[in-house]
């Protein structure tokens, strides 16, 4: 057992008193260590949140420091910089890249309580019994390893982890359909010539690939053996498509930030374009109509997780696993829900909302009363219901993950074409 | 005596010189020794391989890229010189009174109170498809519909890099005109030349020292930028900055440094060629 469970606090708690002083030789020691330890988490802005560092300082008695950056900088840092950080909140395609490098140490699940209530996409890749798993870096794909100093991927569940998943969502294209005025269905829309000049795409080679690919094949122009891991000619293909649109005028702009897509939004410039979730509702608080659009094709899933550097050791790591399981155990889950993401574990994150909460985020019921984010902000009004419909209806649609292709060099320096042609 | 004086002089240079090699010329080395080593897709190895020039130099991007470049920055100073040549004259011939010739100046300086993204990036509410410039146009019956080139445009990249560096040509131009001696003004007139022949003949060629210092300005900058492109462009076009922003942010630094050695060689050799027709310390 680690030494860690007894804090400070619980300690205090009368009984469990008793337990720690036969347990271990000298508790208040430890609880007065606790204090002064200090994790370094470094991730993209989406799960950085300082309520989450003060709600560790409050619950568990340590600190957590949180730096947020763009996700080329986390991959970046992860690789070249392990003694920089704890804990690396990182995205699955990034630990494709990153594990590699030996900079992080896989967790064993026999010490993460909820191991079991995770999500099955994490685990065995599927999120029902009957479901397949997308194309992509799917999170399973790159979730385990063989042992402790595995640096290659296992392809089946292990007790040996690589990250322990905290948030993913399913992405798809959002639209103005106020200034569209008809139901749009399919990802090809975005190539219609009806938008032309009212487009726009991410400037994030990466992810943008895949949304080109997304399109592409709904359009019936390239059939894909994986578009997660596409061949030179499929890449050629996909770029030579999406330049000519460029060329004849299709984009108004491509955008590379979380406010970028919002302004291009919320300001009429475009009114079709990928998307980000809490983009979209960004653009609604601002009372204007935008939709997160369920797309006949299935959605572009991403997901992210905990990994924890190689350089911990001891009561640092002890103290990571301690804040692991705090996250698995619905606080933070519930808060990341309440924006729009899902948590790994939903299942204690029901504890943590209100029944309406749940229905209208989990189970894509409409919203008895208004909904509100965790920052007290209307999200949606009652009688609305979530874009997409619930959880299954969602995550069961997932046509692809965001992924890290073998040819990924040779497809950077065809975006890069694609950019300047 | 002669040694000490010498000495002396070595001394009072010694803390600039440490200050320009530990920041300026030992970190351009370094991106020099650094454009020559390999990268993988989260490392970088030290070797010594020409493979990054020879990808940048045979890749049809790399020229459109620079072409590019070198539209923007041409557009850019002919642009910033006929504006900034105009408004010096304005403020060094036409304005009399002192007083009013440094207010006038001041004011010159108040956008600049503000940081340069800030300006850049007001630029966009206003050009966009319903920005202000879109609904004066069409209120005014000038237009139908919005004028979509406004934003996102070359147009933009052009109109905002104009109004980011106007003020560096303005500046060292209305600096050269006020030291041109009237005398040699007048002294033209009473030859009986003309409006036209006194600013051709006496004050440009007077003035050139501050062009050339204007123009070093405007070229170094307009070349350098990634961030204004990047924005006005909406992302659609590229130019030399961007292309290393790209690779920076790709991990790719050997790349990066081989595309940024390439560039300042470049703006090195424009600069030099400049250099050739006007003596600029002549007239410091």
Not at chain 1, 103 to 131: C, H, R, W
Request: proline share 4%; hydrophobic share 45%.
């Amino acid at each position: 057992m680690s030494k860690m469970r007894y804090s400070r606090r619980s300690i205090l708690k009368s009984g469990a008193a008793v337990a720690a002083a036969s347990a271990l030789p000298a508790p208040m020691i430890w609880a007065q260590e606790i204090k002064n330890i200090t994790l370094r988490q470094f991730g993209t802005g989406v799960s950085n949140l300082n309520e989450v560092g003060q709600k560790v300082k409050e619950e568990l008695g340590f600190t957590l420091e949180m730096t947020a950056l763009d996700s080329d900088s986390v991959t970046q840092r992860a690789a070249t910089q392990p003694d920089s950080f704890d804990i690396a909140d990182i995205e699955y395609w990034i630990c494709k890249k990153v594990w590699p490098t030996g900079n992080l140490q896989a967790m064993d699940t026999t010490k993460i309580k909820n191991y079991d209530k995770i999500v099955g996409i994490f685990k065995d890749g599927k999120l029902t019994p009957e479901s397949v798993v997308a194309q992509g870096t799917a999170p399973n794909t790159v979730g385990f390893v063989e042992g402790p100093g595995s640096t290659a991927f296992a392809k089946e569940q292990t007790q040996w982890m690589t990250l322990i998943p905290t948030i993913y969502n399913a992405d798809t294209l959002g639209i103005r359909p106020d200034l569209i005025g008809r139901p749009i269905e399919s990802w090809a829309e975005l190539l219609n010539p009806e938008f032309k000049g009212k487009a726009s795409i991410l400037d994030i080679s990466s992810i943008g690939i895949m949304d080109m690919a997304m399109v592409c094949e709904a359009s019936g122009k390239i059939k894909y053996g994986d578009k997660g891991n596409m061949t030179r000619a499929e890449i050629d293909q996909t770029i030579a498509i999406f330049t000519e649109a460029k060329k004849a005028g299709q984009f108004r702009a491509f955008w590379k930030s979380f406010d970028e897509s919002v302004n291009l939004m919320a300001s009429g410039e475009v009114v079709i374009q990928s998307m980000w979730s809490p983009a979209v509702t960004a653009v609604k608080s601002r009372g204007i109509p935008c939709v997160f659009q369920p797309l006949k094709e299935g959605y572009r899933a991403w997901g992210g997780g905990l990994g924890l550097s190689k350089s911990l050791t001891g009561m640092q790591l002890d103290a990571a696993y301690e804040y692991i399981n705090w996250y698995l155990s619905g606080w933070v889950g519930a808060f990341l829900m309440r924006q729009g993401y899902y948590s790994a574990v939903p299942a204690t994150s029901k504890d943590f909302m209100t029944p309406n909460e749940w229905g209208y985020w989990f189970e894509g019921k409409p919203a008895a009363e208004d909904i509100a984010d965790p920052f007290g902000k209307v999200m949606a009004k009652a009688g609305e219901s979530r874009d997409g419909g619930s959880f299954y209806e969602r995550m069961g649609h997932v046509a692809c993950w965001n992924s890290v292709m073998d040819e990924n060099q040779y497809m950077v320096r065809k975006w890069n074409e694609f950019i300047a042609s | 005596m002669a040694v000490s004086r010498n000495l002396q002089g070595w001394l009072l240079a010694a803390p600039l010189t440490a200050v320009l090699a530990g920041f300026l010329v030992l970190p351009i080395l370094t991106i020099f020794i650094v454009s020559f080593w390999q990268a993988t897709e989260f490392s970088i190895i030290p070797a010594f391989s020409l493979e990054n020039y020879q990808f940048l130099l045979t890749s049809p991007v790399t020229y459109q890229v620079f072409f590019k470049t070198f539209v923007y920055a041409a557009l850019v100073w002919g642009l910033t010189l006929g504006i900034g040549f105009t408004v010096a004259y304005y403020l060094a011939f036409h304005i009399r009174s002192e007083a009013t010739r440094m207010v006038l100046f001041l004011l010159c300086t108040i956008p600049f109170l503000t940081s340069n993204i800030i300006r850049m990036i007001s630029w966009i509410p206003f050009l966009g498809r319903n920005g202000l410039a879109n609904q004066a146009l069409m209120s005014l019956g000038i237009v139908d519909a919005p004028v979509e080139w406004l934003l996102y445009s070359d147009f933009s990249v052009v109109l905002a890099f104009v109004h980011l560096n106007t003020l560096f040509m303005i500046t060292p131009i209305f600096n050269t005109m006020m030291r041109i001696d009237r005398s040699l003004v007048e002294a033209a007139r009473d030859n009986g030349a003309s409006g036209r022949q006194i600013l051709t003949h006496v004050i440009i060629p007077l003035s050139k020292p501050g062009i050339m210092i204007g123009t070093i300005f405007v070229l170094a900058l307009v070349m350098g930028d990634f961030i204004t492109v990047r924005f006005m462009s909406g992302s659609q076009s590229a130019n030399v900055g961007r292309l290393i922003s790209n690779d920076i942010a790709l991990l790719q630094y050997p790349s990066a440094s081989a595309t940024s050695i390439v560039l300042l060689a470049v703006v090195l050799l424009i600069i030099g060629a400049l250099m050739r027709f006007v003596n600029i310390r002549k007239e410091l």
